[in-house]
C-alpha cells in the first residue's frame, strides 16, 4: 500500500486498507501457496515458482475476471519481494497440516477493494479446481489438498505523523 497517496501533516492521521480474500485448506500452504494463488488469479509472487503457471492461466481466465483481478490484485512487499498473497494460521486445522508445528494451511490473496461476492466465488472455484487438476504432485506425501473454507477480511493500516524537535 503506497502511503504517499495519503500526506499528512503533523499531529494527522489516516486509515488506509485493503482486502484479503482467505482461502482455507487442509493441508500446510507452503508448498503450493504460489501456484493455487497463480492458477485461481493468473497472478503471482515475484521470483516464484507459480509466475510460469500465472503467465499460462491469466489469458485463458475469462474476461470479466481477468479484468476486475488485473484492476484490484495488488502487490505487497514482504521478505522476497513484491507478491499478492501470504500464508496464514486456517481455522481448520488437522495433524496432516501441521509442519514443525506451523499449521499455516490458509493463503490470502490481496486486493484494494472488497471482491464483489461472484467474483470471489469464482477465485474459490478456480482454486477448488486447483486442487483436483494441479495440484496432485508426488513430491509431496499428504491427503489430496481440498479448499474447505474461505473468508473476505478487511486489513487496516494506520498512518500518524508526529511532529520531531531538532535539539
Known sequence: MDLTRYPLEPGKSTASGFWWLFLDTNLYSGNFETELVAYATGHASE???GADLAEKIHDRLPEPLRNWLDEHVIY???EYGLTPLR???GPFMSEDSRIDS????AVGISFDVRPPSPIAYQ???RAKEYCLVEYPDERWPKPPLRIVGFRVIEEQLLAVCHE???V
Open 47 to 49: 521470483r516464484s515458482r
Open 87 to 89: 500464508m496464514v494460521e
Open 76 to 78: 505487497l512487499s514482504d
Open 123 to 125: 477465485i474459490v472455484g
Open 102 to 105: 506451523t499449521p499455516l494451511t
Open 164 to 166: 520531531s524537535m531538532v
